[in-house]
């Protein structure tokens, strides 16, 4: 599958054969990820994951890498690699993920990857297929020159991180791992906390009746639209719960829908809610405060019924303490490539939250900017695919 997209962009900074070399298999390893159509199955069911999978097992089998699959869901597998370590007691997993969002609306052709101006173009390059071709190479590349480094090292191609993260709560399931480094667009920073999430559906039940005689009935758009100032003014506290590192909590009503058509007064309405959590907040703790704000709602609008449904999704936020060896590692192998070695926040999540649940130090540390993320023109800095190619590497060789 592989085709060569070095031409008048080839690497120059190094005159080393062997960088060379290095650099042009990382940029075709990236623009073959990116040419395989791995939209997550939540948004297009015709497609999966499972051909992206295939390429990823095939390049470190090629390579005579130990490697094997991890089924997740019918159809649906992660991908681990494993390089063994002088200590065997220790192992640093590098995971990311392989699926994409969906396609929809993009300008540019999204699996015909481009390269102009230094930047790699395509669905995916950004979120996080340069992350995943970086890791990939980094560790064929240290199984090839015979260094061994001091810890086992794992390298997990995982599914679904897009919607409901299969992929990495099937990886951590008695998995044992003194560390994790997740790749997301971070511009090549050192994230130790992000924000964590809980969605939910809340609906409003009223009565029917005829729009000519509304009295009859109990317009349920009416008082959801009284339950959503409602929780508005429960949310102007958020403010005051800010973290140093990924600022405030957020709340967003998200979607809404109600009533049958115009003639009718409504008898439901519902609304879909999107609550980030902030490290040291709670997700059960979060929604139960909701319940008994509902509960005091329904209280005082008799004719009504107010229901929460069961959470659709509890994410909770990661916080790595800054002494771990994890972070202490990467801020040296950072600092030693005169990149910024000091731990920041990020408002989104990721797999790396999963891993921390279990008590495995995760960091977040990828190519790209999360502004690139799921937009219509997918792009990626090749520099820093670069840099992250030797991040990982040495941070490989020296963790313990």
């Known amino acids: 599958m592989s085709r060569s997209l070095i031409g008048t962009e080839a690497f120059a900074r190094s005159p080393s054969v062997a960088n060379i070399m290095a650099h042009t298999e990382l940029i075709d390893t990236l623009a073959d990820l990116i040419r395989i159509n791995s939209i997550n199955p939540a948004f297009d069911p015709a497609h999966s994951e499972a051909e992206v999978q295939s390429f990823v097992l095939d390049f470190f089998k090629t390579r005579e890498m130990e490697v094997w699959e991890q089924l997740v869901l019918p159809g649906r597998a992660n991908v681990i690699a494993r390089l063994p370590g002088r200590n065997p007691s220790r192992r640093i997993v590098f995971e990311a993920h392989c699926d994409t969002s969906g396609v929809g609306g993009m300008v540019i052709s999204p699996f015909d990857p481009q390269i102009k101006n230094g930047r790699m173009y ?80 809340t609906i409003v039940q009223g009565k029917a009746a005829h729009s000519s005689t509304p009295h009859l ?123 910024d070695p000091r731990p920041y926040g990020v408002p989104f999540g990721s797999d790396a939250s999963k891993l921390s649940a279990v008590g495995i130090p995760s960091i977040i540390l990828g190519p790209g900017s999360i502004e690139q993320a799921h937009t219509v023109d997918e792009f990626v800095e090749i520099e820093q695919v670069e840099k992250a190619f030797v991040v990982y590497q040495r941070l490989m060789k020296v963790f313990e």
């Open 122 to 201: 395509g669905r995916g390059a950004c979120d996080v297929k340069a992350g995943l071709a970086a890791m990939m190479l980094a560790v064929s590349d240290l199984k090839k020159s015979g260094q061994q480094p001091l810890s086992e090292v794992w390298v997990v191609s995982a599914v679904g991180e897009e919607h409901s993260f299969p992929g990495v709560l099937k990886l951590r399931e008695n998995l044992q791992a003194a560390a994790a480094v997740v790749s997301e667009p971070t511009e090549m920073k050192m994230i130790v906390a992000s924000k964590g999430c809980v969605r939910w559906r």
């Open 217 to 339: 009935g109990t317009n349920a758009i009416e008082h959801m639209a009284r339950l959503v100032c409602l929780l508005q003014e429960q949310s102007s506290h958020l403010e005051r719960l800010k973290h140093p590192l990924v600022g405030s909590p957020t709340f967003n009503v998200g979607l809404i829908q109600g009533g049958t058509q115009v003639n009718i007064v409504p008898d439901s309405c519902w609304i879909e809610v999107d609550r980030r959590l902030v490290p040291g907040e709670e997700p059960e703790k979060v929604l139960s405060d909701y319940r008994e704000l509902f509960r005091g709602f329904r209280a005082s609008h008799p004719g009504i019924e107010v229901v929460m449904e069961p959470r659709a999704l509890v994410d909770r936020p990661l916080e790595t303490p800054v002494d771990c060896a994890v972070v202490s590692h990467t801020a040296q192998v950072l600092k030693e490539m005169g990149l």
